[in-house]
Structure formats: C-alpha cells, structure tokens
C-alpha cells in the first residue's frame, strides 16, 4: 500500500497533481483498474474551492482468499467509497470461457441460449454498504442501487427498498484502510458494524447484521451470474428474487434483475434498443422490445465503459428464464446487435417463512 492523501489545495495545478498522484498508485499496484475512468471520478467530483478528503491508504488487492467484514474499499469501475458486510458465493457462467458451439454468430438463434451447455465456476462477490456521500457521483449506474424486495407476509402492496446496499465482485475491490473510527456515511453502518481495534480490519459485525442476514437470506441471496461478450461488449446479469404476490386469485413472482454492460474496446458506442424474451414455466413466452434501457440511452467510451441498471419482471409461475439483445450503434450510424446471455429466474424455496418486513 501506499498514501493516498488529498490535502487541501488552492491551486488547480497542485490539485492536479494530487489527482495524478492518485492515479500513479493505482496504476503501480493494479493493472485492470481503469485509470482514466478513475481520475475523471475524482477529478470532476470535487468542484472548484472544495476541501479534498483524506481517503486512506491503499492496501495490496487480493489475489486469493476473501476480503473480510469491515474491509474498505473503492469501487474498481464506479469510484464510489463502500464497506464490506459479507461475502457471498455466486456460481458465474461465463459464456465467453465456454463458448456454445451452436451457431453462436446469430444472436437470435435459439442454439446460443442453451444455457445447459455452459458451467458454472465459484466466484466471490461482497454485499456492501455505499458511502451515501459518493451516492451523487456515480454516474454510469441509472440509480442508486438498491436492493428491492415484496413484503410477502401481508396484503400490503408495500415494496421493501434499502438504498445504498450493493453487490461488488471481488475484483472491484480496491481495498484501503483508514483510521477513522466511522469511515463511512450510511444509515446502516453504526447498526451493523462496531470499531475494534483488536482486529484487522478494525470493525466487528454487530450481532443485528447476522440477524439481518439470516433474516433476509432470501431476498439478498446473490447465487448465479451470467456473462457473455459480443463485439467487445460485455453483458453481466444478476437475477434476484423478490418475492411472490397473490393478486385476483393468482401468485405473480417478482424478479430484480441487474445488467452491466462495458465495453471492452476503444469504440464508442451507444446502446439504442432492448429486445427481450421471457418464457414462464407455464409455457408463456413475451416479447418486449423498447428504446433504452431504463427511459437512458447510454453511450460506452473509452472515458465512460461501464453502464449498470436494474428493472423489475414478473411472471406468473414461479420459474421462467429471459435472454435477449441490445442494440448498440456505432458513431458512423451503422447498428449492432449484442446478447444477453440467458439467465434463469427461480422463486426460492422457503417461501413459507418470509421476512416480517424490514426491521430490526
Ligand atoms: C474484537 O475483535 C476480537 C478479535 O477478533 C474479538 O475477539 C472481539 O470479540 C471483538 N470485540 C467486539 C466488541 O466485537
């Protein structure tokens, strides 16, 4: 690790070289991290006349092993300062590393979404909390993240958000320690997490985070992601459920579905349209297609690779699966079609015993 300090600059030019002082001790220590991204993070972010932070020291990423409770870090692709709460083992089905074999240059063809031909591998991802102080700043997500839920237990038609709670997978994590006692700014921090001195890194769970987990197992449970790159752009999804509601005499279950999109070349492209199909285990099959993604039509440079939403689907079986695919245009106007990987939607089991809501 090495300092990273932002001291209190007057002067553009010494405030500059505190940004490339930032962006030199990333780049001694991380080579996938996107410098150019990072250095507009943070040198945008902090208007003219502002007081720059102290942020901590950088810590070697790790190669092996997983990050602990109380790990800080910055967010590799979005900037953002957070806070480890636990890890969670995901399977990710990377279609890039098992390629179909089926006619897999057609997007369309049904062949490419046999999703029986692809295995998954164990990969860590970390549910954690966002510096609500950064919240403003991230830029190439459509909203704050948050983890949505429906509340089950009774008619209410309430939907359960907590903001500023994420999922960031273990090479996003660029860790760093302060010696700040309450390094993060978030509602939850002081609930969940206590200074320890005694340990590294210096935070215990509260015993109110291992209930909450336990608790809300179902609705947090991160357990498979998909992947697959057309044309250099790289789609991520990560279903989630939500939750099953009983209206007019019918079950209707609910999925959060997260997408990443970046691209992984030098182009820059703009995504302009969404088609998607969704079969239900009750043999219904929907077509959706639409302009953007999210009411954004986002455009992926080399300045700006990433873009990250969430939307919401239903269905009325339990199970079904969606795949689809955007189209990106170039700016010589000519179009694109990229996939989206296909991807299972499943109810989990013990629906039985649901969360009473969100408390503590
Ligand atoms: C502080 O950390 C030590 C070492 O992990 C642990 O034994 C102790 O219970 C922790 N204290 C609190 C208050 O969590």
Known sequence: ???CTFRQCQSPVLRRGVVYCFVFILLSSLSHVNVAQLASVFGRNRPEGKVLETVGVFETPKQHGKYETGQLFLHGV???RGIVLFPWQARLYDRDITPTFSDSNNPESPG????KEVKGKT???YQVLIDTRDCPHISQRSQTEAVTFLASHDDSRAL???PGLDYVSHEDILPYYSAEQVPIQHELFERFLVFNSSKVPPFSAKDTLKAWQEKNHPWLELSDVHRETTENIRVTVIPFYMGMRVAQKSHVYWWRYCIRL????????QLR???WRIFSLSGTLETVRGRGVVGREPVLSKEQPAFQYSSHVSL???SGHMWGTFSFERTDGSQFDIRIPPFSLESNKDEKSPPAGYTF
């Open 1 to 3: 690790g090495a300092w």
């Open 78 to 80: 979005f900037g953002y």
């Open 112 to 115: 490419a979404h046999d999703s």
């Open 123 to 125: 990969h860590t991802y």
């Open 160 to 162: 359960y958000a907590i």
């Open 262 to 269: 970046e691209n992984m070349g030098s182009e820059v492209v």
């Open 273 to 275: 349209e969404r088609h």
């Open 316 to 318: 009325q079986a339990p």
